[in-house]
């Protein structure tokens, strides 16, 4: 028995050591497995180019092209070798090329002897798919601080500093640009003047900067705009503008009530000069409360000759409206001077009825820009899917009006219905007059303006306006018919543009 015992012991460690060498092999396989080679896309793209392979011009791929895919088609894959030989090339490459910017840098006298930065990668954006919290994580907290008003704030009053630090003439239009979308957020400043007004007034502005404590600043000699520091205003109201210029009639402004502090945001000061006052007046005036106050100035003298400038080219654009239409091009310079004198600018959306066929023009339009569609009405006979006819009223579109036209003269002068509807068939810009502006002229130019005039479209006859809609008619018939004939050919074999592959 003991030899037989023995024996399955030898048998048994055989066993265990067969398994051991087994498991040895299969990590020595595992550990030496290589890693998937990479495919060569620009090699693979050349190949698919074989006209003679499968496309949609060729429905069967040739022998061939087949023989000769299938014999270079393993060149494709980059072995180990070529991967390394790739990155040693691609390393090689990226020195030369830093080595030919140090040299530029050498030659163009740019370099300082400093330590030469490395260009760091930029911030991932949210289209990048990643699964790094920390990459999310960064674009949340700048979406917050983007969102939060007084982090915006903050970052305006920065860049007003950087802007007004420069000198006028050193902003470019961009930057007046960005600095009045960024004054139109302080309520202190639109409350005080228009938009189209501060654009204007950007170009001007001056940065004004006081580095003492305690010192007296006039604020009648033009506008400011507190960007750093905070003053104590001496009289009230501290701010002038058209909505409180009763305020000012007192010699003596009284103080302000409490205690009141100016700081970051507010202003002070006015855009016009007050009259019967010294510049040196107690009014409007300020005190610094700190050390260094920084203000965004903008004297009375610049917004003076900025509304001198508006008003001359707005003046310049009406006559040139004007003179540029048809009925007014032979006017003398003086009646036009006076009927620009009358005009005021208004826009319309597309599709807003302006003037309705026998209704009173409300007003005298110039087209500036854009189109408009004059309509009439025409009674038809409609018949009904029983046989029965009904007279109907419809819109027939007679014409259109181009920039430089006018229409509703005639209306107006002699309180009479238009002839014709007017409607926008574009976004317009018109320059108006409205009726009881009229008066203010004398009567010469009363009868020079009727004399110009002609009725909108007012030479149309029934006929004429029925001969139109036919027209109309039989070219609507005519492409709903051309466009049903392609439908039924496109869809004879089920094919449906907009859905499948069609819809690419």
């Known amino acids: 028995m003991i030899p037989v015992?023995?024996?399955?012991?030898?048998?048994?460690?055989?066993?265990?050591?067969?398994?051991?060498?087994?498991?040895?092999?299969?990590?020595?396989?595992?550990?030496?497995?290589?890693?998937?080679?990479?495919?060569?896309?620009?090699?693979?793209?050349?190949?698919?180019q074989d006209p003679g392979l499968h496309n949609r011009q060729h429905p069967e791929t040739t022998d061939e092209a087949h023989q000769q895919f299938m014999k270079n088609y393993h060149k494709m894959f980059i072995t180990n070798s070529s991967q390394s030989k790739l990155a040693i090339m691609d390393s090689k490459s990226d020195k030369?090329?830093?080595?030919?910017?140090?040299?530029?840098?050498?030659?163009?006298?740019?370099?300082?002897?400093?330590?030469?930065?490395?260009?760091?990668?930029?911030?991932?954006?949210?289209?990048?798919?990643?699964?790094?919290?920390?990459?999310?994580?960064?674009?949340?907290?700048?979406?917050?601080?983007?969102?939060?008003?007084?982090?915006?704030?903050?970052?305006?009053?920065?860049?007003?500093?950087?802007?007004?630090?420069?000198?006028?003439?050193?902003?470019?239009?961009?930057?007046?640009?960005?600095?009045?979308?960024?004054?139109?957020?302080?309520?202190?400043?639109?409350?005080?003047?228009?938009?189209?007004?501060?654009?204007?007034?950007?170009?001007?502005?001056?940065?004004?900067?006081?580095?003492?404590?305690?010192?007296?600043?006039?604020?009648?000699?033009?506008?400011?705009?507190?960007?750093?520091?905070?003053?104590?205003?001496?009289?009230?109201?501290?701010?002038?503008?058209?909505?409180?210029?009763?305020?000012?009639?007192?010699?003596?402004?009284?103080?302000?009530?409490?205690?009141?502090?100016?700081?970051?945001?507010?202003a002070f000061g006015t855009f016009e000069r007050l009259e019967n006052r010294e510049p040196n007046s107690r009014i409007l005036t300020v005190k610094t409360l700190e050390p260094t106050c920084e203000f965004l100035r903008i004297t009375c003298s610049d917004y003076k000759r900025t509304i001198e400038q508006i008003s001359h080219r707005d003046q310049t654009e009406k006559m040139t409206l004007l003179s540029s239409s048809p009925s007014y091009d032979l006017w003398p310079r003086q009646p036009l001077l006076k009927l620009a004198s009358l005009i005021a600018w208004i826009s319309f959306p597309a599709n807003t009825v302006l003037v309705g066929?026998?209704?009173?023009?409300?007003?005298?339009?110039?087209?500036?820009?854009?189109?408009?569609?004059?309509?009439?009405?025409?009674?038809?006979?409609?018949?009904?899917?029983?046989?029965?006819?009904?007279?109907?009223?419809?819109q027939v579109v007679m014409g259109k009006l181009c920039p430089c036209e006018s229409f509703g003269e005639i209306s107006v002068l002699l309180d009479e219905p238009i002839s014709c509807s007017i409607v926008t068939a574009t976004a317009v810009e018109l320059a108006m007059i409205e009726p009881q502006k009229l008066k203010e002229l004398d009567e010469i130019t009363l009868q020079l303006l009727q004399q110009s005039s002609t009725r909108t479209f007012g030479n149309l006859s029934e006929d004429d306006i029925h001969e139109e809609y036919m027209q109309q008619e039989l070219k609507r018939e005519w492409n709903e018919y051309k466009h049903s004939a392609v439908v039924d050919v496109i869809n004879y074999k089920g094919i449906r543009p907009g859905y499948g592959k069609w819809s690419k």
Request: proline share 6%; net charge positive; hydrophobic share 30%.
């Open 357 to 394: 066929e026998g209704f009173k023009s409300p007003f005298i339009g110039f087209m500036k820009s854009g189109e408009c569609h004059v309509l009439r009405k025409v009674e038809i006979k409609h018949t009904l899917p029983n046989g029965k006819q009904e007279q109907r009223t419809k």
């Open 5 to 48: 015992v023995a024996a399955m012991s030898l048998v048994k460690s055989d066993e265990k050591h067969l398994r051991s060498s087994q498991k040895n092999g299969q990590n020595r396989a595992l550990s030496s497995e290589q890693p998937p080679p990479m495919i060569d896309y620009q090699f693979l793209r050349q190949m698919c």
């Open 96 to 266: 030369v090329k830093a080595s030919h910017a140090s040299l530029l840098t050498h030659a163009s006298g740019g370099y300082t002897g400093g330590p030469v930065k490395e260009s760091l990668p930029k911030t991932q954006t949210v289209d990048v798919l990643t699964h790094d919290i920390r990459d999310h994580t960064a674009l949340l907290h700048k979406t917050r601080k983007s969102e939060d008003p007084e982090y915006v704030r903050t970052e305006n009053i920065k860049t007003l500093r950087k802007l007004g630090r420069k000198y006028p003439f050193e902003r470019t239009s961009v930057e007046n640009t960005a600095m009045a979308d960024i004054l139109k957020t302080f309520p202190s400043v639109t409350e005080v003047v228009s938009h189209k007004v501060l654009t204007e007034l950007c170009g001007l502005a001056q940065m004004d900067v006081w580095s003492e404590e305690d010192i007296t600043l006039f604020g009648s000699t033009g506008f400011h705009l507190i960007l750093k520091g905070s003053v104590a205003p001496q009289s009230y109201p501290y701010v002038h503008h058209k909505g409180n210029a009763s305020e000012f009639r007192c010699s003596t402004p009284p103080p302000p009530e409490g205690e009141v502090v100016l700081t970051v945001g507010d």
